[in-house]
Every structure is written in C-alpha cells, then in structure tokens.
C-alpha cells in the first residue's frame, strides 16, 4: 500500500539554473490544488540537515515565476553524504510531519535522495535543474533553453566586435562532459568550429579550418569550446596555439563563465518547470517514489531515478554534421 501523502517538502540543491523558481511554484500550487500541505527547505539538503523549513502556500510563491536562481536558494552540503548527516535530516523531516520530498537538482542531488530514500523508505521525486542538459530521461532539463538564449546572444554581440576587427574569438561555454550547449549554440550563433568533450578535432585539423574558412573569405571567425573539450589544451592554450601557427587573425578569447547560469527563464522553461511540477506532486500523490520527471515526446514521462543518475545523454551526431556543413 503506497504511503498516503499529506505534506511535502521542496528544495534546491546542486548548481542553480533558470526555472528553479517556476518549478517550486508549480510544486506549491499542485500540493495546494489537491490540499496538501507544502514546506520550502532553504539550501538544499544543509536545510533539512538543520530543520530551515518555510511554510509555502498557493500564495507565497506569487511573482517568482520570472525570475532566476532560487528563492529557496542552494547549497552543496558535505553532511548529507554521511550517514548521520540522513538520520538528522529524516528526524527534521518526521518532526515536522513530511511524508514525501521532491528534489530539483543535477544527478548529485538525485544520487543523495535516493540513498536517503533507500535508508528510511522515504518517498522523493526528482525534477532536474541544471543548464547543461546532461541527465538521462529527458529531452531537456531545466536552464538549458534560457542558457542557450543567454549564450546566442553573447556570440552574437561578440560577432559584432569580431567583424570589425576582423578578429577570431574562441568562447568558451559550459559543458564540463556534455557539449549540448556548445554544438546548439555554435550552431545558432554561425559559429565556424565547434569543440565539444564528446568529440577531438585535434589542433592541427582546427587551424586547416580555419585557414580554410579564411581563403573562402571570411574575415572573422569564432570558435565556440565547451569547458570539457577534448583537444586537450585549455582555451588561452588554444589561444596561443593558432596565434603562433595562423597568419592574419587577431585571435581573443572571452569566458562567459556564471552569466550562463543566470537571468529571467524562458517562456519554453517556464512551461517545462510548471509541467514537471505538476507531474512530480501527482506522481508522488498516486504512490510513486524514487522517479525524475522528465520530457520525451514532448510528454511527462517518469524515469527511475538510479536510471537518471547512471545514464548518459548522447550528443546529437545529426547536429554535428548540420554544424559541418553550417561552416562551410
Ligand atoms: P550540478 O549538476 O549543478 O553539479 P548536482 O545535483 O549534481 O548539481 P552535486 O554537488 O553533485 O550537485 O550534489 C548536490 C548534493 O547532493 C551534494 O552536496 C550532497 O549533499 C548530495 N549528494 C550527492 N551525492 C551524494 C551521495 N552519494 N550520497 C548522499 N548525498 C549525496
């Protein structure tokens, strides 16, 4: 017999990304649409480690829809890691009456629910929250939309510079294993190379390239490097690299770094938080535990959390043949 569920507490944890906001609202609203009561726990799992609960009704979450990182904000927390660290934070949970935890978070986050479900056969549910696209079980995580926006607009303010100067920019981009937003980006902002984790194009096949690109007449270039790339120089390296071994470019590099994580989440996220939302607080209501919520299809689809965490996401091979032809 399922547990019945009569309050549920929400947090972040791990990184922040656009759409947090809209998913804890989305939580909140559901629970009070169907009269269950709804806790907010600041900082993640150091929250509930110390009892940081806030009561969170149909109302308190007005206005945030809009905004991003997190009202409840985030926190890594060491503790949680430790047994002892569980036991307090389940004794909190107990104190206060909750019976089911909704966690938005990367893998990490989802990795520390479902050990503490497995110790105290406590319900969670994930919703994951991060920009860079890399949780199996879903099409689309939180942030990535708004990152990708964020992104598209800093190379094209970028190009602006590099046109009149005739320069070459590599910029670099998140994605420490994932290159979902360099390939998409690098794609929108008509960016000549593309360097990404999941693929090595080497350094001297970048610099025939780019020679390439240049006797075909183009006048600037950018080159968009996921932090994770293979090639295995860190970008000012690159930098240095095609300064010695490429003619006519005044080669710059620009890190666009926190900003990516930042800003108003898009319309496309917005949707997505409020969907997951819904799905997770049902999902959890109907007796499931131990789920991410996540797009397929353009469908909520529930994805075994420990499936979450050990998969992988795959990069898109017709994009990278879409960019090839792009630089053309
Ligand atoms: P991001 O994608 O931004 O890194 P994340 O959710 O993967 O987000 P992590 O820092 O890996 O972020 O994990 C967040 C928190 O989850 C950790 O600080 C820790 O409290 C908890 N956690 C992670 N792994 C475990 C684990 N094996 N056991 C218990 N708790 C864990």
Redesign the pocket.
């Known amino acids: 017999m399922p547990k019945t569920i009569k309050k549920v507490a929400v947090l972040t944890?791990?990184?922040d990304s656009p759409g947090m906001n809209a998913a804890i609202r989305a939580v909140v609203r559901t629970c009070a649409y169907h009269n269950v009561e709804c806790l907010g726990v600041y900082r993640?799992?150091e929250g509930l480690i110390e009892g940081d609960f806030v009561v969170l009704d149909a109302r308190s979450v007005k206005g945030i829809i809009n905004k991003g990182g997190t009202m409840l904000k985030s926190a890594?927390?060491?503790e949680?890691?430790t047994a002892e660290g569980r036991q307090e934070a389940y004794k909190k949970l107990k104190e206060k009456g909750v019976d089911g935890l909704v966690v938005i978070?990367?893998?990490?986050?989802?990795?520390?629910a479902l050990?503490f479900n497995q110790e105290f056969n406590f319900p969670v549910m994930g919703i994951p929250g991060?920009i860079?696209n890399d949780i199996f079980g879903t099409s689309h995580t939180l942030g990535f939309d708004t990152a990708l926006n964020t992104v598209v607009d800093a190379i094209d303010k970028i190009r602006d510079t590099a046109s009149s100067h005739n320069r070459l920019f590599f910029i670099e981009v998140m994605g420490r294993d994932v290159g979902h937003i360099a390939l998409n980006c690098g794609i929108a902002g008509g960016a000549e190379e593309i360097l990404i984790p999941e693929e090595d194009l080497g350094l001297e096949r970048l610099v025939e390239s780019l020679n390439k690109s240049k006797k075909s007449g183009k006048t600037s270039s950018i080159v968009i490097v996921a932090e994770g790339d293979k090639i295995g120089k860190n970008i000012f390296e690159l930098k240095d690299y095609v300064d010695e071994n490429m003619e006519g470019y005044d080669v710059r590099v620009s890190v666009l770094g926190h900003m990516q994580r930042g800003g108003a989440p898009s319309c496309f996220d917005r949707v997505l938080a409020s969907r997951m939302g819904v799905k997770a607080v049902e999902a959890m209501l109907d007796g499931e535990s131990n789920y991410m919520v996540g797009l397929k299809n353009n469908k909520m689809e529930l994805t075994p959390l420990d499936s979450a965490i050990k998969g992988k996401t795959k990069i898109n091979l017709e994009l990278l043949r879409v960019s090839d032809i792009m630089s053309t």
């Open positions: 944890s791990g990184g993640g799992y890594r927390s060491k949680f890691r978070g990367g893998d990490g986050s989802f990795t520390g050990v991060t860079d």
